[in-house]
């Protein structure tokens, strides 16, 4: 089945939002999966794929976790006005209630205003009196981290914890398959007819890590590339491309995703797919090496794998 797979790009999806817009650029999600935009299976849906080619496609041991569901949701975020405070479900919360996956992301910084804000965990235990309270009378953000995005900058948040985000940050999000969320205050919006939003409190409280949240320190760039999360779901790291590379899949248990985040990139394997920034490619698993070539300037991207 390598001969005749190939990388993969996708049509992304555009989802309005009332504080910016989403571009899901890869996603298994049911309702809204992605279609093949190259080669010899353009328009045919990922999860169409996987039933096809299995183990070929995504790995071993990722078919064997997720079947023909891919396991992944990839999105660029253009967060232009406040994003809600909310809170994602962990995976058995999500099944019980859902019958879903639960939610954990990664937010990688493509690009930050001087600004900008990202609100991350609590900066100190927390009861759920007091969190309902301070929703109610509009003080949450005192009691959540703040931070000051910079390009390039890389935060995990576990299911549970507690987030949001202000004006002026383009962000690359890298989660579970999986589009349960709680809101739990609005910045306001949610006490006005015109601009009020449907809000999950009770359900977010039974979710929500109470504990203060402590931002790990980013490792270094070792060889080119950095680490930046290691989760149950998905393994991720960023490196540098100057000059044609050769890379391998992990002996067929995982699909590789590439995500060009600084400049352009050129895979090729079987066939050549070119990713300009903010685009991804999925090599499948079955491909054991494949090239990652710059343009005229060195480039970055991130890859992402399912352990």
């Not at 190259?38 to 849906?45: A, I, T, V």
């Not at 969190?131 to 981290?145: A, I």
């Not at 549970?160 to 999000?173: R, Y």
């Not at 067929?252 to 990713?275: K, M, P």
């Given at each position: 089945?390598?001969?005749?797979?190939?990388?993969?790009?996708?049509?992304?999806?555009?989802?309005?939002?009332?504080?910016?817009?989403?571009r899901?650029?890869?996603?298994?999600?049911e309702?809204?999966?992605s279609?093949?935009?190259?080669?010899?299976?353009?328009?045919?849906?990922?999860?169409?794929?996987?039933?096809?080619?299995?183990?070929?496609?995504v790995?071993?041991?990722?078919?064997?976790?997720?079947?023909?569901?891919?396991?992944?949701?990839?999105?660029?975020?253009?967060?232009?006005?406040?994003?809600?405070?909310?809170?994602?479900?962990?995976?058995?919360?999500?099944?019980?209630?859902?019958?879903?996956?639960?939610?954990?992301?990664?937010?990688?910084?493509?690009?930050a205003?001087?600004?900008?804000?990202?609100?991350?965990?609590?900066?100190?235990?927390?009861?759920?009196?007091?969190?309902?309270?301070?929703?109610?009378?509009?003080?949450?953000?005192e009691?959540?981290?703040?931070?000051?995005p910079?390009?390039?900058?890389?935060?995990?948040?576990?299911?549970?914890?507690?987030?949001?985000?202000?004006?002026?940050?383009?962000?690359?999000?890298i989660?579970?398959?999986?589009?349960?969320?709680?809101?739990?205050?609005?910045?306001?919006?949610?006490?006005?007819?015109?601009?009020?939003?449907?809000?999950?409190?009770?359900?977010?409280?039974?979710a929500m890590?109470?504990?203060?949240?402590?931002?790990p320190?980013?490792?270094?760039?070792?060889?080119?590339?950095?680490?930046?999360?290691?989760?149950?779901?998905?393994?991720?790291?960023?490196r540098?491309?100057?000059?044609?590379?050769t890379?391998s899949?992990?002996?067929?248990?995982?699909?590789?995703?590439?995500?060009?985040?600084?400049?352009?990139?050129?895979?090729?394997?079987?066939?050549a797919?070119?990713?300009?920034?903010?685009?991804?490619?999925?090599?499948?698993?079955?491909?054991?090496?494949?090239?990652?070539?710059?343009?005229?300037?060195?480039?970055?991207?991130?890859?992402?794998?399912?352990?």
């Amino acid at each position: 089945m390598s001969s005749v797979l190939y990388p993969l790009c996708f049509t992304p999806i555009t989802k309005p939002r009332v504080w910016g817009g989403e571009r899901w650029i890869v996603s298994g999600l049911e309702g809204s999966n992605s279609l093949v935009s190259n080669g010899l299976f353009k328009e045919n849906e990922i999860n169409e794929l996987i039933e096809a080619y299995m183990e070929d496609l995504v790995g071993d041991t990722v078919y064997q976790r997720f079947g023909n569901e891919f396991p992944l949701l990839v999105k660029i975020l253009h967060i232009q006005d406040y994003l809600s405070f909310q809170v994602h479900p962990c995976d058995a919360i999500a099944k019980e209630r859902h019958h879903a996956y639960g939610k954990a992301e990664v937010w990688y910084i493509l690009d930050a205003e001087p600004d900008a804000k990202i609100y991350l965990g609590f900066n100190r235990h927390m009861s759920a009196d007091e969190f309902t309270r301070r929703c109610m009378n509009q003080t949450l953000p005192e009691v959540v981290n703040e931070i000051t995005p910079r390009r390039g900058d890389c935060f995990y948040i576990p299911p549970g914890t507690v987030h949001a985000a202000g004006g002026g940050v383009t962000v690359a999000e890298i989660q579970q398959v999986s589009d349960i969320t709680y809101r739990v205050y609005d910045w306001g919006r949610e006490f006005y007819k015109e601009t009020a939003r449907e809000m999950h409190m009770e359900l977010a409280l039974d979710a929500m890590n109470w504990e203060a949240f402590c931002l790990p320190s980013p490792e270094p760039v070792k060889g080119g590339i950095q680490k930046l999360a290691a989760t149950p779901w998905f393994h991720l790291s960023k490196r540098i491309v100057k000059a044609p590379l050769t890379l391998s899949n992990t002996l067929g248990r995982s699909f590789r995703l590439l995500i060009c985040i600084e400049g352009q990139v050129t895979v090729g394997a079987n066939q050549a797919v070119t990713l300009p920034k903010g685009e991804v490619a999925l090599i499948p698993a079955a491909i054991g090496e494949y090239v990652v070539t710059p343009g005229d300037q060195p480039a970055w991207v991130l890859e992402v794998f399912v352990p």
